[in-house]
């Protein structure tokens, strides 16, 4: 599954003329595999004893290469550190208050959402974000015990 993935995006990147270095397979690699959306800064140390001239600043440059060919979303939430989704199919956010973690489900027929605002407002819409938050299970049990 996550193989095909893989080899998917590695495709899309050839297509749009973007060269697949090193660093930029092990950063793919890593965002189809984990699927936990995370930030340039954890894909940095989690890669970084591989590639000890990489910066943090090459991951974030990188990721912004991925966003521009469509393979990642980059999710902004106010603060400093973006995260990076890997697109595979439409999805929504469910995210813990407590220890921050995204957790990813599908639920389909928004897009009525899309065109209902569209004849109410006038405006051409482009997309739609919408987060569910609350306490993931882990957290939730902690503070059982
Ligand atoms: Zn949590
Ligand atoms: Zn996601």
Redesign the pocket.
Known sequence: MSADYLKDALETLKDSGVRITPQRHAILEYLISSMT?PTADEIYKALESRFPNMSVATVYNNLRVFREVGLVKELTYGDASSRF?FVTHE?Y?IICEDCGK?T?FQYPGLDEIEQFASHVSGYQISHHRLEVYGLCPECANNKVN
Do not use: K, T
Request: no cysteine; glycine share 0%.
């Open positions: 959306h989704d999805h956010h995204i990813d």
